[in-house]
């Protein structure tokens, strides 16, 4: 938690406008340990995950930098439900869809359920405007923050998530509006 000098700094969740691009900030580790997926799935044991201290500061100190630039236009931890679940409620929350590809994070190793799912810390989801990309980029690689531009905001009905040719998920926006919903729905 943090005081904001400025409220009308403040960055929210929502996917704000076609066209924006999509960037994932922060390292994804092979930490499913715990996660909501493993619950989901009933699966035991996994890695759990670990906060690096020194990297959490710096990503934190240059995520504030770009917010208070106004290089930002939404911003969403990764962290309950990893990636997957970010990108569904920012696209839930601005009603815009989203088209990210997993290949295109930085030394993408992992498979793309773990792309989707990994709940490790210090992660977001970031949307600048096309026009800020490359600075936003700039601030985050020359920090050595970990950062790959992974998609854009679109004014489709869904959520697309590809791996490469593959397609991983395909949500069609008013479903996920519903399902999100459902349990306040008395």
Same mark, same amino acid.
């Given at each position: 938690? %943090?005081? +904001?000098?400025?409220?009308?700094?403040?960055?929210?969740?929502?996917?704000?406008?076609?066209?924006?691009?999509?960037?994932?900030?922060?390292? &994804?580790k092979n930490e499913l340990g715990g996660s909501h997926l493993s619950l989901h799935l009933g699966l035991s044991g996994g890695h759990v995950p670990r906060v690096d201290p020194q990297r959490a500061k710096i990503t934190f100190?240059?995520?504030?930098?770009?917010?208070?630039?106004?290089?930002?236009?939404?911003?969403?931890?990764?962290?309950?439900?990893?990636?997957?679940?970010?990108?569904?409620?920012?696209?839930?929350?601005?009603?815009?869809?989203?088209?990210? /590809?997993?290949?295109?994070?930085?030394?993408?190793?992992?498979? /793309?359920?773990?792309?989707?799912?990994?709940?490790?810390?210090?992660?977001?989801?970031?949307? &600048?405007?096309?026009?800020?990309?490359?600075?936003?980029?700039?601030?985050?690689?020359?920090? %050595?923050?970990?950062?790959?531009?992974?998609?854009?905001? &679109?004014?489709?009905?869904? +959520?697309?998530?590809?791996?490469?040719?593959?397609?991983?998920?395909?949500?069609?926006?008013?479903?996920?509006?519903?399902?999100?919903?459902?349990?306040?729905?008395?």
């Amino acid at each position: 938690m %943090g005081q +904001i000098e400025d409220i009308s700094s403040a960055v929210t969740m929502d996917a704000k406008a076609p066209g924006n691009v999509l960037f994932q900030v922060g390292e &994804t580790k092979n930490e499913l340990g715990g996660s909501h997926l493993s619950l989901h799935l009933g699966l035991s044991g996994g890695h759990v995950p670990r906060v690096d201290p020194q990297r959490a500061k710096i990503t934190f100190q240059k995520i504030h930098e770009v917010i208070k630039a106004g290089l930002v236009r939404s911003c969403h931890d990764l962290s309950e439900g990893g990636l997957a679940a970010a990108a569904a409620e920012m696209a839930i929350a601005g009603r815009l869809g989203l088209e990210i /590809d997993l290949e295109c994070i930085y030394l993408s190793v992992l498979s /793309d359920l773990v792309l989707l799912y990994s709940e490790s810390n210090t992660r977001f989801l970031v949307e &600048t405007t096309a026009e800020n990309a490359e600075d936003f980029e700039k601030v985050m690689v020359d920090a %050595g923050v970990p950062v790959a531009r992974i998609g854009k905001v &679109t004014d489709s009905s869904s +959520i697309s998530i590809r791996y490469g040719d593959k397609q991983c998920v395909l949500l069609d926006l008013k479903q996920a509006v519903e399902a999100w919903q459902k349990p306040l729905d008395w």
